[in-house]
């Protein structure tokens, strides 16, 4: 008897629950997302009128089939809802931009759209970077997730991407990203220790990896040829022999490494400056006039057979 109660007691919760479940399924209607529209614009063909702009974000949605039959749609703004599938955007062969930050997504994956240009990701629980891939994308942000891993990022599946933002996950390795166009790379406040896998980037011009815990900086190369800016705040490097590295970059011009270590090195902004000359700003400061002065004395005093080559 008592076996009995148990189950029917444990059948009741399992109601409940199924229950709670169906309560709380609040998919999109057709009507609601009539009222989301706005922009009237020509459709592609030139031939007829339709609304371009879909605005249905914090709206506790859990899904939204319906957009499906919205194909003339460009702009989609579905943030702040409980979304866990995207398959019916799809659908939206004239989509340019998306938003879909701050939902309950594990995956940003859904058919290749052709004139997609910018997605936002952010604030969702996607683990992976596979199955993203869009001809046009340009802008892709998918910070504030567990990634642990990069796959996928290809100039196959993304060959006009020039903006990835990946901060603040879990990716142990800044390898695996295969993005010749790529300009602006965020990676801070993940599990990093070392960079590497970023030297086929010859076209990327800014790197953010503040909050990391990098030491090593062996990871660059003289093929990464368009890098100006590098912020590493926030993370181990100690020594500087390892900031000296940077010397590879031809056209570094600004560096962030203010809460590293290093800091503390005895005329750390001079030495710097010494080992690389072309460099404009240390932590946000431009060197002054006198900073640049002293680091060319201590240079020839300690290289006096350049110093005299340079005088001749």
Do not use: W
Not at 89 to 99: A, R, Y
Not at 283 to 288: I, L, M, V
């Amino acid at each position: 008897q008592m076996a009995d109660e148990g189950d029917e007691e444990s059948t009741e919760q399992e109601t409940k629950v199924a229950e709670q479940e169906e309560l709380s399924s609040n998919p999109l209607s057709v009507e609601n997302a009539g009222e989301c529209l706005s922009m009237l614009c020509k459709t592609g063909d030139g031939l007829a009128h339709a609304y371009a702009n879909m605005d249905i974000k914090d709206r506790q949605l859990t899904d939204v089939s319906v957009l499906s039959t919205f194909i003339h749609v460009r702009y989609l703004d579905l943030s702040g809802n409980l979304l866990t599938d995207l398959s019916a955007v799809s659908s939206l062969t004239h989509l340019l931009t998306i938003k879909a930050d701050r939902n309950r997504l594990t995956s940003a994956h859904f058919q290749e759209l052709p004139y997609l240009q910018s997605a936002s990701f952010a604030s969702n629980k996607i683990t992976s970077t596979q199955g993203i891939s869009h001809p046009m994308l340009e802008t892709l942000n998918l910070s504030s997730n567990k990634i642990t891993e990069l796959e996928g990022l290809t100039q196959q599946n993304l060959p006009s991407l020039q903006f990835l933002d990946l901060h603040d996950n879990q990716l142990p390795s800044s390898a695996g990203i295969h993005l010749p166009s790529l300009e602006k790379l965020y990676l801070a406040s993940n599990k990093l220790t070392r960079v590497e896998g970023l030297e086929g980037l010859c076209k990327l011009t800014t790197l953010h990896l503040r909050q990391n815990q990098i030491a090593t900086l062996d990871g660059f190369a003289p093929t990464m040829e368009s890098l100006q800016y590098i912020n590493l705040r926030g993370n181990a490097v100690a020594e500087l022999p390892e900031v000296k590295k940077l010397t590879v970059l031809p056209f570094l011009r600004a560096l962030v490494v203010r809460d590293c270590p290093v800091c503390e090195v005895d005329d750390y902004r001079i030495e710097v400056l010494i080992a690389m000359r072309k460099l404009e700003r240390l932590d946000k400061d431009e060197f002054t006039e006198d900073e640049r002065t002293d680091a060319e004395e201590v240079f020839n005093q300690r290289n006096p057979d350049t110093a005299a080559k340079t005088e001749s």
